[in-house]
């Protein structure tokens, strides 16, 4: 397995359900984000893991929970969502700089579908 | 804030040349990155500028210019698996960030017919 992995790729879930993304990378970075796709809208950065500890929330409900136990490893809890939060989830890694290229390497997503 | 613009729908036809720009207003420019995506599937780099000035690979170029707060991405000899969403996004150095976050744009539909 190579590159970055998401698992589910499709998860349909009611309101009251608690589910958990996954994510797992193959590329030896040390840091690791989530992103939040919806349609017409920019790609939002939800979360930053820097060496397994969390860098910077941006400004997510609590009803998302981010978890990383180790630097290829990234999870998403997810509890009492609302219909506004279906969306293609990211994950994606890097070396953690800012200098330099470092691209991000994304998986390919999970599309969540709040009922 | 950071602002990234980008035209939402371009098309073009096989063998033609695209130009998508894009232009921006953030704090600390600290890179500039160009992914393509494709409908269902991972978002993939393709190109990153730093300094002024074309970088060229292949069939893809991008060019940017700091202090218009612009950037273009050139597709050549265009294919019609070129057809995808592009986005831009610039890194910016925040103050106490290490990491210097990306800021998108919302990604530019470019359809390629036959």
């Known amino acids: 397995e190579t590159g970055v992995t998401q698992t589910p790729r499709h998860l349909v879930m009611g309101m009251t359900n608690k589910k958990s993304l996954k994510c797992e990378q193959h590329?030896?970075?040390?840091?690791m984000y989530w992103y939040k796709q919806s349609a017409k809208k920019p790609l939002e950065l939800m979360f930053v893991?820097?060496?397994?500890?969390?860098?910077e929330n941006n400004s997510v409900p609590s009803r998302f929970s981010p978890e990383c136990p180790n630097s290829s490893h990234l999870f998403l809890h997810l509890h009492t969502l609302q219909p506004e939060d279906s969306a293609l989830y990211l994950c994606?890694?890097?070396?953690?700089?800012?200098?330099?290229?470092?691209?991000?390497?994304f998986g390919p997503g999970t599309r969540l579908t709040v009922t | 804030g950071q602002n990234i613009d980008q035209p939402t729908e371009m098309t073009a036809t096989e063998g033609a040349i695209v130009q998508i720009n894009c232009t921006y207003q953030?704090?600390?420019?600290?890179?500039l990155f160009w992914y393509q995506q494709h409908a269902g599937e991972a978002p993939t780099f393709l190109s990153y500028?730093?300094?002024?000035g074309l970088e060229e690979k292949g069939r893809f170029s991008s060019f940017l210019s700091r202090s218009k707060g612009y950037s273009y991405l050139l597709l050549k000899e265009l294919q019609m698996k070129d057809s995808a969403s592009y986005l831009c996004?610039?890194?910016?150095?925040?103050?106490?960030?290490?990491?210097?976050?990306?800021?998108f744009g919302r990604g530019t539909q470019l359809t390629v017919w036959p």
């Open positions: 893991y820097n060496f397994k500890e969390q860098t």
């Open positions: 500028n730093v300094l002024d």
């Open positions: 996004a610039v890194r910016s150095a925040d103050r106490g960030s290490t990491l210097g976050r990306l800021y």
């Open positions: 590329l030896g970075h040390n840091a």
């Open positions: 994606a890694s890097s070396q953690p700089s800012s200098v330099g290229k470092n691209e991000q390497y």
């Open positions: 953030t704090s600390g420019f600290n890179g």
